[in-house]
């Protein structure tokens, strides 16, 4: 099974992490494979025009690593060997776009759990990838 991880490094995905820890099923060295996927966020136009392309680049990749190595790092622990993939842009539509693309079966993702009230102002990561993809939704809360 092609299994996606949406990660942001919060305390959210460590719960995920956690529960993957727990359940044999989804952690089983060789069953699955795995692709942590984190998104961040664009730069405002004005500080990407201040800025070279490769100070962007490299400001992208230091995020981008701050939440991925651990993740890796806690997987290889249960033996699992995880794709890195980061990308830019609007979180729920990127690791939606990515699942489909990528013909991945299952997304597991941690949610913040806000209420309707929050979604309303907000917005929700979660809420917009199971609106964007047709991939299986694992919410971990």
Same mark, same amino acid.
């Given at each position: 099974?092609?299994?996606l991880?949406?990660?942001?490094?919060s305390p959210f995905?460590?719960k995920?992490?956690?529960?993957?820890a727990a359940h044999e099923?989804?952690?089983?060295?060789?069953?699955?494979?795995?692709?942590a996927l984190?998104?961040?966020?664009a730069?405002p136009?004005r500080?990407?025009a201040?800025l070279?392309?490769?100070?962007?680049?490299?400001?992208?990749?230091q995020?981008?690593?701050?939440v991925?190595e651990?993740?890796?790092?806690?997987?290889?622990?249960?033996?699992i060997t995880?794709h890195?993939?980061a990308?830019?842009g609007?979180?729920?539509e990127?690791?939606?776009?990515?699942?489909e693309?990528?013909k991945?079966?299952?997304?597991?993702? &941690?949610t913040h &759990?806000?209420?309707?009230?929050?979604?309303?102002?907000? &917005?929700?990561?979660?809420?917009?990838v199971?609106?964007?993809?047709?991939?299986?939704?694992?919410?971990?809360r």
């Amino acid at each position: 099974m092609k299994i996606l991880l949406a990660v942001d490094g919060s305390p959210f995905t460590k719960k995920m992490l956690a529960y993957l820890a727990a359940h044999e099923e989804l952690v089983a060295a060789g069953r699955h494979d795995y692709t942590a996927l984190t998104v961040q966020a664009a730069l405002p136009p004005r500080a990407r025009a201040a800025l070279s392309k490769d100070m962007v680049d490299e400001y992208y990749a230091q995020e981008s690593a701050k939440v991925l190595e651990p993740v890796s790092k806690f997987l290889a622990q249960s033996g699992i060997t995880v794709h890195a993939r980061a990308e830019v842009g609007p979180a729920g539509e990127v690791i939606a776009k990515t699942a489909e693309e990528g013909k991945f079966d299952l997304i597991i993702m &941690g949610t913040h &759990g806000h209420g309707s009230l929050g979604k309303l102002v907000m &917005g929700s990561v979660s809420t917009q990838v199971l609106a964007n993809c047709s991939v299986p939704v694992m919410l971990i809360r």
